[in-house]
């Protein structure tokens, strides 16, 4: 049975909680994540989830709910205080690393961990989150697309919800030879620049079937009611509890607002993605760039000329 739903109408709803779903066992990186979390896969020095966890305490969430798996026991370890590691570096003379490494989560950041105990999606590995969020609004954050840039969207989706109280998602817009590989919402009347409100969302539709290019990608933010629809949906795609189904649900009751990023997003579930996204920030970073523009420039003057 699910909690009991009782809010003070006159209590401020802030966001103070987000939910990372990192039980997934990253087949797509086979053998790299037999034994390592794909969550913990670096762009250049930094894991994808610690990406994720910067973008929500940037948007005001204290309370972290980490959704993990059997094997997912190294990114608990990642968010520990390690004070043997921390020694030994500040006995080195690297005090900006040690300084670095106590920085991975400050104190006033809690950190709670939930096991899903069997794959059975992502709407599922919301639900599992339910005990600890009970009926706060909540962000759901997905480290597989990794945000870059300075506007990064969590903290629209929560400034937002906070004036508002409408649950959000973000989206962008896609190619039509891509639409299949995402949820597409369905916009309805009413959008202002980028906030598109829509009356539904599609998992991963045929193209000619899709009402729109609009695609989630990775970023919402809840009330607690999602709960009662990720109870009350069935096995979708894949054989899985669809998260998607849950918010067509929500948003036949509720209204629902799309909010189109501003960002750059990689797709780091995939081989190419991830590497563009290495690539990109490599060449981004000035501690990396100049190198990596003389590498690149070096290995693609190598390439054999495809003419001949």
Do not use: W
């Not at 991975?104 to 950041?109: L, N, Q, T, Y």
Request: glycine residues 6%; contains cysteine; hydrophobic residues 40%.
């Amino acid at each position: 049975m699910g909690l009991t739903r009782m809010q003070n109408p006159f209590e401020p709803r802030k966001v103070r909680k987000a939910v990372f779903p990192v039980a997934g066992m990253g087949t797509r990186f086979l053998p790299a994540t037999k034994a390592m979390p794909k969550e913990l896969l670096p762009i250049i020095d930094t894991p994808l989830i610690q990406h994720a966890v910067e973008e929500a305490i940037e948007a005001g969430i204290t309370e972290l709910v980490f959704v993990t798996g059997r094997t997912k026991r190294a990114i608990e370890d990642h968010f520990d205080h390690s004070p043997e590691l921390e020694h030994l570096l500040e006995q080195r003379g690297k005090h900006q690393l040690a300084s670095q490494i106590r920085a991975i989560i400050s104190p006033d950041i809690h950190c709670i961990f939930v096991r899903q105990p069997e794959a059975l999606g992502l709407g599922h590995a919301v639900l599992c989150a339910e005990p600890v969020v009970g009926n706060d609004p909540f962000a759901v954050l997905l480290p597989d697309d990794f945000m870059a840039g300075p506007r990064r969207p969590t903290t629209e989706l929560v400034q937002h919800f906070e004036a508002t109280g409408k649950p959000s998602l973000s989206v962008m817009a896609v190619p039509d030879e891509t639409i299949g590989r995402y949820g597409i919402v369905a916009p309805v009347d009413g959008a202002t620049e980028r906030v598109i409100p829509f009356s539904s969302i599609v998992e991963k539709p045929d193209p000619e079937d899709a009402p729109s290019n609009l695609a989630a990608v990775g970023r919402y933010v809840f009330t607690a009611e999602i709960f009662d629809h990720l109870r009350a949906i069935s096995r979708g795609v894949g054989n899985e509890y669809q998260l998607t189904d849950a918010i067509n649900r929500q948003a036949l009751q509720t209204p629902m607002d799309a909010i189109e990023i501003q960002n750059r997003r990689y797709d780091c579930g995939s081989k190419i993605g991830y590497f563009e996204a290495l690539v990109d920030q490599a060449l981004e970073r000035p501690d990396t760039r100049d190198a990596a523009r003389a590498l690149l420039k070096e290995k693609l003057s190598k390439l054999p000329d495809q003419g001949a």
